[in-house]
């Protein structure tokens, strides 16, 4: 990605990382874990994901690390309702 944006990756190059799926845009990440989110509540009925759950461990991490940007007012506010529209609960219930 650092090259490509520093047209140091010759045509060549972006054509084969093309081909095999490479996602070239900035919140790539966030939307991938997004998606995820989406399947999880899907199967269970909630976005409760435990921070610590072994079938991904990046999404576990991930809703953790987003209730932490809530918290902090560093999360953008197009995430926010994003995710208030799917059903996040900022603050868990213990």
Not at 7 to 14: A, F, H, V, W
Not at 43 to 63: D, F, I, M, R
Not at 72 to 86: G, V, W, Y
């Amino acid at each position: 990605r650092m090259k490509r944006r520093a047209n140091k990756l010759k045509p060549e190059g972006i054509r084969q990382l093309d081909e095999l799926g490479m996602i070239w845009g900035l919140h790539t990440d966030w939307d991938i874990r997004f998606r995820e989110l989406h399947g999880f509540k899907e199967e269970v009925g909630h976005c409760n994901v435990p921070q610590k759950y072994l079938v991904n461990p990046s999404l576990g991490a991930w809703v953790a690390q987003q209730r932490r940007r809530y918290k902090t007012f560093t999360l953008l506010p197009d995430r926010i309702s994003a995710l208030e529209q799917l059903g996040m609960e900022w603050e868990l219930r213990r």
